[in-house]
């Protein structure tokens, strides 16, 4: 990621070395081993903003004079930060506590915290570093030099900066926060730290003779209880690793520096503030990473953690001093330091907590988790990365699994026979188009955490679909995740509108908005969901989700986007409860059909008419619904329902355009929601596939030739045949035949989608400008809610076509709202007039 320019003029007071504020012991003390490895020989920088305001004694309002005074008071029982490292025998570093001081400097500059915030977020990378913390010549080294470099901007809004430099052999980043949180307790007033700061190095001194020998790991625990810092690890290593673009037998490791103040068998005392965290490595090639799941990496990264024991830390000790204290090897290695606990986030000088608080940089290989605000007052995790250019393109869109924010039952649970017929082994995709504009939260972020709030009651959703006997479908809930992309388009959601027939179906820039991950498309062992989030360069953003059909239909999907909004906005719980009672739709045993079901009529397969395909979306408003029904008789005209009228009519058109002969048998059926149908006690929040597929058959020339109301009463016929025994029937037949696909020969098959809710789904950003399907296929299509420019409700529907027919079709509509017949002859007669 690059950061735009951004600069600012900075007065700086010349730098002075501030000592303790009363006399200290004049002494040399060792660095332990793990202190003195050649990886610590480095200074790292941290920043910390803070807003300003009152501080919590009116008297003390410059941070500059209040942040020294205190710097010198903390360095009293902290006295050994003022001094200056030596080297002794065999290169082992020393503390000369000669008290001179750390160095500190006082700087003015000419900007104000909401620009510096505007400008990067307050997250690194900073571009303005070298204005904060100036390099004052002489003071980088790591021998004879300060161990701190601290620089205390003032900033014109009355906010200011923190910055400060460490040398990383003194102490690590939990010794460093103790530190100054010392000052921070002395800047409110407090009379000395609450922490009484221990030395004790000498319990990390290489043993004698030194042993090295390291344990295995022990085995860790199942996926459901992954901690955060080992899913996100696990991850970004995979992603990382992806990025890099190895080859599949190139050796990775991960190294996680995990902090070992909790062994208690080390005896470290409370208050040590020197370095103790240690490296454990785990490796495994890239190929076997990429092709492993998330869990797999979840292992590996819980084998860093496992190892840490009392005699690991020995060992490594040991380790450093026989080896002569060496650095870490960086080929081909991900280093994760996590700084969320160190309490960076949390040190008050007086004025409040920072803004933010924690590294400012890192290097190739090496990464830091911080605990951050995400502007809702929520907590997050930020994390540096550094990667070539092109790597970094690859990795910031890189698809991460998403999991249950909790955990979550481990079990199997079985599809109903509803769910689990052969033409719903396919994906759907839907999109959703978002104007944007407060609140001013990143919607990726706040998607992403909201949706794995939602999938703690929505649990199978993290799951992978598996086949058991006679090819019977179950969710395995492994808590794996859903596949999830973030991304950045640089386009304005009105381009996109010009491109497309105004934000409807079809979608050329479908691929961009939502990306095939490689492996992800697949029905069984594969995500259920995959979902990109898109921001645009206007502030909008576009939601785009694929769904195993499977799992829910359009009801379901839409119950369960609902419910992350919700989250989204801030309720603390979906409305609506989750059930999955999927036996309800399961055949009876033995199953016993007691309709014909033409809908799984095994016919001719016939292939398609000529013709390049082509979808295209016709809308119809509430004056073209109303034009429609004034084809029908008086009697119909007003009992008929939109869905009737409309379909009736696109039916009749779509026959017309394809040209079929007068005999050709002809088929229509609806995707008819049984949720309704009481006796089969469907529960609210149901959330798995719940329609059934009734079909009427007649033939072209009856349909061309009848009237309008004729067609409206062949679809009713559909409607009417929805009965608890007829869902009972379709679900014992889908058994008895194996699961069956629908032959698609001379068949148009309509989906309403316009009751699911897709068109009021709400992050936060209000509702979509479109939100539905995204495609439609031959023989299939679906009724879309949406609200036209005016702020008038109406319906869209998708048709695809061969490009003559479509040509045809299209103007078979435009005959049927101006209350013309259709056919040829109406053509012909149009050509008339």
């Not at 008290?99 to 915030?117: C, H, I, K, W, Y």
């Not at 060496?326 to 004025?351: E, Q």
């Not at 002969?661 to 609806?670: L, M, S």
Request: hydrophobic share 45%; glycine share 8%.
């Amino acid at each position: 990621m690059t950061t735009p320019a951004f600069s600012f003029a900075v007065r700086r007071w010349e730098p002075v070395l501030v000592g303790p504020a009363a006399p200290t012991p004049r002494e040399t003390k060792r660095l332990s081993d793990m202190d003195d490895q050649e990886t610590l020989h480095r200074q790292v920088p941290f920043l910390f903003f803070y807003r300003g305001g009152v501080h919590a004694h009116a008297d003390d309002r410059d941070p500059a004079g209040v942040i020294r005074r205190a710097l010198g008071g903390a360095l009293v029982p902290y006295y050994p930060l003022a001094g200056w490292l030596r080297e002794v025998e065999a290169r082992k570093l020393v503390v000369d506590f000669t008290s001179e001081g750390v160095m500190f400097v006082a700087a003015d500059a000419d900007v104000r915290l909401a620009e510096l915030e505007a400008a990067t977020r307050l997250t690194p990378p900073f571009p303005c570093m070298d204005q904060l913390l100036f390099d004052v010549d002489g003071s980088n080294g790591v021998l004879n030099c300060p161990l701190l470099l601290i620089q205390v901007t003032r900033l014109l809004c009355g906010g200011f900066v923190l910055a400060l430099r460490l040398n990383h052999t003194i102490c690590d980043a939990i010794g460093i926060a103790q530190f100054m949180s010392a000052v921070a307790e002395l800047a409110r007033g407090l009379s000395a730290p609450t922490v009484e700061p221990a030395w004790s190095r000498e319990l990390l001194e290489a043993r004698s003779p030194p042993q090295a020998g390291v344990p295995s790991p022990g085995l860790p625990p199942n996926l459901a209880a992954a901690t955060t810092f080992e899913v996100l690890t696990a991850a970004l290593w995979r992603a990382r690793t992806a990025a890099l673009d190895f080859p599949p037998e190139e050796e990775v490791r991960m190294v996680a520096t995990v902090n070992f103040r909790g062994v208690s068998e080390l005896g470290l005392p409370a208050g040590y503030y020197g370095n103790a965290c240690v490296a454990v490595a785990v490796l495994t090639t890239a190929g076997a990473l990429l092709a492993g799941s998330l869990g797999d990496a979840v292992e590996l990264v819980r084998q860093t953690k496992a190892a840490l024991t009392a005699e690991y830390v020995r060992s490594t000790v040991d380790l450093l001093v026989l080896r002569g204290r060496p650095g870490v090897a960086l080929a081909n290695l991900f280093l994760v330091s996590d700084n969320r606990h160190t309490g960076f986030h949390r040190v008050d000088l007086g004025w409040g907590e920072p803004v933010y608080g924690g590294p400012e940089e890192t290097m190739f290989g090496v990464s830091f988790f911080v605990h951050v605000g995400n502007g809702g007052g929520e907590d997050a995790v930020a994390v540096l990365v550094v990667l070539p250019r092109q790597a970094m393109n690859r990795f910031a869109s890189e698809p991460v699994l998403v999991g249950s924010a909790a955990p979550t039952p481990r079990e199997t649970k079985r599809l109903s026979d509803i769910d689990d017929q052969d033409m719903l082994r396919r994906h759907v995709r839907l999109m959703f188009f978002y104007r944007g504009g407060p609140p001013a939260d990143d919607p990726v972020g706040v998607i992403r955490r909201a949706l794995g709030e939602a999938l703690v009651p929505y649990y199978p959703f993290a799951g992978r679909l598996r086949e058991v006997e006679a090819r019977k479908l179950v969710v395995d809930c492994t808590g794996e995740g859903v596949m999830f992309v973030e991304a950045d388009a640089d386009v304005r959601l009105a381009e996109l509108e010009a491109a497309g027939p105004g934000l409807r179906p079809p979608f050329p820039y479908m691929d961009q908005l939502l990306f095939d991950v490689e492996g992800s498309g697949g029905v069984l062992n594969c995500p259920l969901l995959l979902i990109q989030v898109t921001r645009l360069l206007c502030g909008g953003f576009v939601f785009a989700l694929r769904l195993n059909h499977t799992i829910c239909d359009a009801d379901g999907i839409a119950q369960f986007i609902s419910a992350v909004a919700e989250l989204c906005r801030g309720l603390p719980a979906p409305t609506v409860a989750p059930v999955w009672s999927r036996e309800l739709l399961e055949a009876r045993s033995p199953p016993k059909p007691a309709f014909r079901h033409r809908e799984y009529d095994v016919v001719p397969v016939r292939p398609p008419p000529p013709g390049e395909m082509v979808m295209r979306t016709f809308t119809f408003r509430p004056r073209d619904v109303a034009a429609i029904k004034m084809c029908l008789p008086p009697l119909l005209r007003d009992t008929a329902t939109s869905f009737e009228s409309v379909t009736a009519a696109l039916w009749r058109a779509r026959t017309a355009a394809l040209e079929l002969a007068p005999d050709e048998e002809i088929r229509f059926v609806i995707v008819a929601n049984c949720r309704s149908v009481r006796e089969l006690g469907l529960p609210d929040g149901y959330y798995g596939n719940a329609a059934v597929f009734p079909a009427v058959l007649t033939t072209a020339g009856a349909l061309v030739a009848g009237s309008l109301g004729d067609a409206v009463e062949l679809v009713r016929e559909a409607k009417a045949a929805v009965t608890a025994e007829y869902v009972r029937s379709a679900a014992d037949l889908i058994v008895l035949r194996g699961r069956p696909a629908m032959t698609m020969a001379n068949l148009f098959i309509v989906s309403d989608n316009r009751h699911a809710g897709f068109h009021r789904v709400d992050f936060g950003w209000g509702a979509p400008v479109f939100g539905g399907c995204a495609t439609a296929v031959f023989g299939a299509s679906f009724l879309v809610a949406v609200v036209n420019g005016d702020g008038e409700e109406a319906v869209a529907v998708p048709i695809m076509l061969p490009r003559p027919v479509m040509d045809r079709f299209a103007s078979e509509i435009q005959m049927i709202m101006a209350a013309l017949p259709v056919g040829p002859a109406a053509r012909a007669l149009r050509g008339r007039l």
